[in-house]
């Protein structure tokens, strides 16, 4: 039986000063902040920014066409979507169906949230097990399938 094998680890990242990453992750081709924490068992693709001062937890998952600004948290679990599915199937290596998520400044994201491709304005916090599926465009604390306000902040 033939096949192809890849070892995960952290691989042309442009990282700033004082980053911590704990293995094993994966990490490619992507930016990650000052001051930023990488938890186990996590990965990070190509192209994506994760600002200064943010902390990902383990087990989380950020895909190509994420960007996360300053100051951010990204709870155990939490994974990003950049394909809808839109012919009914992957999308597969067709990036020109794939869509672009932006995190702003002082988002918390809590475990095991899904984010599909949306913007998410600062001082914004999405609680645990949300799906988030529109833009959030008034900072507040949002949460459910699908997250919705439940207060302002």
Not at 51 to 67: A, N, R
Not at 72 to 81: E, L, N, S, Y
């Amino acid at each position: 039986m033939a096949y192809t094998m890849h070892q995960s680890g952290v691989r042309d990242v442009q990282l700033g000063e004082n980053v911590t990453i704990i293995a094993p992750v994966n990490l490619y081709e992507c930016v990650i902040g000052s001051h930023s924490f990488i938890g186990p068992f996590t990965e990070v693709q190509r192209g994506v920014v994760v600002g200064m001062h943010c902390k990902v937890q383990s087990h989380s998952f950020i895909c190509e066409g994420v960007t996360i600004g300053h100051h951010c948290f990204i709870g155990h679990g939490v994974m990003f979507v950049n394909d809808l599915f839109a012919d009914g199937k992957p999308a597969g290596g067709d990036q020109s169906k794939w869509k672009t998520t932006m995190i702003e400044d002082h988002v918390s994201i809590g475990s095991n949230a899904t984010i599909l491709p949306v913007r998410i304005c600062s001082h914004t916090v999405i609680g645990a097990g949300s799906v988030v599926t529109k833009d959030i465009t008034e900072p507040g604390v949002y949460a459910g399938n699908p997250a919705v306000l439940l207060r302002p902040l």
